[in-house]
């Protein structure tokens, strides 16, 4: 079994910055991926961001991409969402995810297991 704790959502001006924590524990090795998603109010769930587990490969949704870094910290088993150069556009639940089927694992349904989410809103 795989648990997934979010943190460090927040509220910021436009233009700032924030970095979300995803701590797991339990048996992460076989997932291919640790994954962002969000989900803003009345909107999907869209994926932001993807790292492979084995290779530490990165991929990013267009819209954030040079805006957000993806990383982890083996050691700790935690991965991270740095956000900067934030905007409202930016505002939603942010869920981290393990899993993945097929890199850049963009696909929400190949991802098993879930956080709770951490909020993250971002005025003007």
């Known amino acids: 079994q795989v648990q997934l704790v979010e943190s460090g959502g927040g509220s910021v001006q436009a233009g700032g910055s924030l970095r979300l924590s995803c701590a797991a524990s339990?048996?992460?090795?076989?997932?291919?991926?640790m994954g962002w998603f969000r989900q803003a109010p009345g909107k999907e769930r869209e994926w932001v961001a993807a790292?492979?587990?084995?290779?530490?490969?990165?991929a990013y949704v267009d819209s954030v991409s040079g805006r957000f870094t993806i990383s982890r910290d083996n050691a700790k088993n935690t991965v991270y969402l740095e956000m900067n150069s934030l905007t409202p556009e930016d505002t939603a639940m942010y869920y981290c995810?393990?899993?993945?089927?097929?890199?850049?694992?963009?696909?929400?349904?190949?991802?098993?297991?879930w956080g709770q989410g951490t909020q993250v809103t971002v005025s003007s």
């Open positions: 339990g048996y992460t090795i076989n997932r291919k991926c």
């Open positions: 995810a393990a899993g993945g089927y097929q890199w850049p694992c963009p696909v929400r349904d190949d991802y098993t297991y």
């Open positions: 790292i492979a587990i084995g290779s530490g490969s990165t």
